[in-house]
Every structure is written in C-alpha cells, then in structure tokens.
C-alpha cells in the first residue's frame, strides 16, 4: 500500500444498511478481481505457473506436470518448435522476487525425468537482496536474481528445476544468527514459497570421453557442496553479523550484496555470475513482458482492501 496514494475512506455510517452495502460492494468488487500472489518465481527457465504465491511444494497444482515442455523455435518463421535442449555445464538462471522478506534465502533443484517427487539440490544457501521493494501488481518491479548453476551429466528427457524460497522472517527470533533456524523441506519452515520450470531435456554425454552420462533416473544426487566447494558458507545476518549456511536445509535470515547492473551475486565467485548455457542471457530484460505489466484492476482491488481494512 505503500507505493499506492489512497483517498480516505468514510469515518462513519449513519445505518447498518450503509454497512452492509459496503461489504457487500466490497465482495463483488473483490471476487471478480485477481487474487493476490506473492512472493518468488521462475523467470528463465519459463515456469509451469505465472503464480508467485505456491505455497504447496515442489510445484503447486502443477506437481508431476510435464505435459507442457519449454520450446524453441527451430525455424526463422517461428512455424516449427521442438523442446528445448540443455547442455550439462554451467548454465544462467533467473528468478524473480514480488513480495519482499527480508533474509529469506533461496534453493534450487533438479528434478527426476518426467517425475517431481525426487529431486537433486544444485545450489542452496542463496541469499536474499534487501535491497528493494517490489510491488505485486506489477511485474515490472520484481526483484530479478541471475545466478549460475550447474547442471549435471545426465541424460533427461523431461527435467525441471525446482526454486524453493523459505520465508525466514517469519521465524522471529529463530531466524537470529546464533538461532536454531527453520529446516526444509518437510520440516520446521512453515513457510516456504515454490516454483518449478516447465521441463526441458537434457542432452549429456555417455561416452567415456564425455563423462560417461547416465539417466537421470539412475543419477546418484551428490551433495552439493562437493559439487560447488567454492560457494560461500557464511552471509550476513540480522544487524549485519555473520550466519553460518554451511548446513544444507537449515535456514536462517540470510542476505548479501546483488549488482544493480545485471542483477549477479556480488559476493560469489565468478563462476556464479557468468552468462553462460545461452538461454537465459536476455531473460532479465523480457521478463516482465513476458508475465504481462501493470494491472490496473489492482488499484481498484487494492482500494477496496484498504477501505474494508478501515472500515472493520
């Protein structure tokens, strides 16, 4: 409410009827307007749902959805498409924040071929971006996030990444950085925000020149520190003091420095921040389009809220 100006709202009704007319109002203006959604999604790889709001894990109502693939073009014309094909190797992905919460980190996963129920963490302990202030309405003031992850040498005809997004401030005084945190999944962090991408395949390499890729539904997940050994273990807490995050799923309010210029961890070597796999190199700038702009049902839906918050 804070980004909106509202006019003030009535300070009194001279009958119960004018009260009744009002929530009455009230619930039409508000069923027939959108539902309010926060707080993180999939803004390249193109995610199953638009919704930042999934609080039902991995993937909300679109759990074991594989049914419609991320496609690309495969003619100048645009006329034919095909699924889009992923090289294991480094490869940029964005996320983006609508609702802000301060210290709540990030995790993003592999899932099995065609099946949400197992999935492989590729990067945990991402920190949270305090720097700002997104509007849910709008699309185009989402908190964008580029990191650079890595996807394993396996081979996968429908694979998905997973973002999970604990919501550490709600925790209060566990989230602290000498607190005991919250875990996830499954565990103490009541609440957790997802969002999964539609699938895509990947193309590893089985020869043994190439690493010998296996199918990702005989992939032993490693742990994945062992896989990024140089990611940070420690980010700034409450107050500005070091938290340890060197525990995989257990969480605290967590938070670093991300650039204004192409949205990277500042903090993190640069093997996290570069521009690499080709597909999501232009993603930060097309995002908000891609979602759509600005609704201005929103002011009306917002107003209405802010009324029926005054009112009662």
């Known amino acids: 409410l804070c980004h909106k100006s509202f006019p003030q709202p009535p300070t009194s009704r001279s009958t119960a009827q004018t009260n009744m007319r009002n929530h009455a109002g009230l619930l039409l203006v508000s069923t027939a307007l959108p539902t309010a959604s926060a707080h993180s999604r999939w803004s390249c790889p193109e995610p199953r749902s638009p919704s930042t709001g999934i609080k039902r894990g991995p993937c909300g109502n679109d759990y074991n959805n594989f049914d419609s693939p991320l496609l690309q073009s495969t003619t100048d014309d645009g006329g034919d498409e095909s699924i889009v094909e992923i090289t294991p190797g480094p490869l940029r992905v964005v996320f983006e ?70 919501m550490t401030d709600k925790i209060r005084g566990d989230g602290a950085p000498t607190a005991i945190g919250c875990t996830d999944p499954d565990g103490t962090c009541f609440s957790v925000y997802h969002s999964c991408t539609k699938p895509f395949r990947i193309v590893g ?15 032993q997940c490693p742990n994945y520190q062992d896989v990024n050994e140089n990611w940070p273990k420690v980010w700034t807490g409450d107050n500005g003091a070091d938290v340890d995050a060197s525990t995989p799923g257990v969480y605290r309010r967590e938070s670093s420095v991300w650039s204004t210029d192409d949205y990277t961890l500042t903090t993190a070597p640069v093997s996290y921040r570069e521009d690499t796999g080709g597909l999501c190199s232009v993603a930060i700038a097309s995002s908000s389009a891609q979602f759509g702009g600005y609704n201005p049902q929103w002011t009306a839906y917002l107003v209405s809220l802010f009324f029926y918050m005054a009112i009662n």
């Open 97 to 166: 924040e609508s609702l802000h919460h301060t210290g709540a980190p990030f995790r993003i996963s592999l899932s099995n071929d065609g099946n949400d129920d197992e999935s492989c963490v590729l990067l945990d302990h991402i920190p949270h971006n305090d720097c700002c202030s997104p509007f849910i309405p709008d699309p185009t003031t989402y908190t964008p996030y580029a990191i650079t992850i890595n996807i394993p040498n396996v081979i996968c005809e429908r694979c998905s990444l997973h973002l999970s997004n604990p």
């Open 205 to 219: 390499d089985a020869s043994e020149s190439g690493g010998g890729a296996v199918p990702r539904s005989e992939y």
